[in-house]
């Protein structure tokens, strides 16, 4: 059973900075493609990024993009989101989730493609 648990939400202004993480319980994390999403309150859930399991390609919503950053320690089976620049819009519970990547072809940006979900951290970004 693969769980997954975040941190680092919490409440900031408008401008600030939040470092969200992924603590991922697999034996070989690096085989496992990860990805963060968000849902805002009345709204769908929404992609924000990607990486693959060798970290060397990632993905991002044009929302977030220039202002983002996935990152992924495999040695510490932790992935991170690096969030500068944040807005108001950007209020949302932050979701991470992982698929293996044997599966071969992957659309990061589809949450049907993920088969792990973490629980969710709360990200508030006040103006």
């Known amino acids: 059973q693969v769980q997954l648990v975040e941190s680092g939400g919490g409440l900031v202004q408008a401008g600030g900075s939040l470092r969200l993480s992924c603590a991922a319980s697999v034996r070989t994390f690096s085989s496992y493609n990860m990805g963060w999403f968000r849902q805002a309150p009345g709204k769908e859930r929404e992609f924000v990024a990607a990486?693959?399991?060798?970290?060397?390609?990632?993905y991002y919503a044009d929302s977030v993009k220039g202002r983002f950053t996935i990152s992924r320690d495999n040695a510490k089976n932790t992935v991170y989101l690096q969030m500068n620049s944040l807005k108001p819009e950007d209020t949302a519970v932050y979701y991470c989730?992982?698929?293996?990547?044997?599966?071969?072809?992957?659309?990061?940006?589809?949450?049907?493609?993920?088969?792990?979900w973490g629980q969710g951290t709360q990200v508030t970004v006040s103006s």
């Open positions: 990486i693959r399991g060798s970290g060397v390609t990632s």
């Open positions: 989730a992982c698929t293996n990547s044997a599966g071969g072809y992957w659309r990061p940006l589809s949450g049907y493609e993920y088969d792990y």
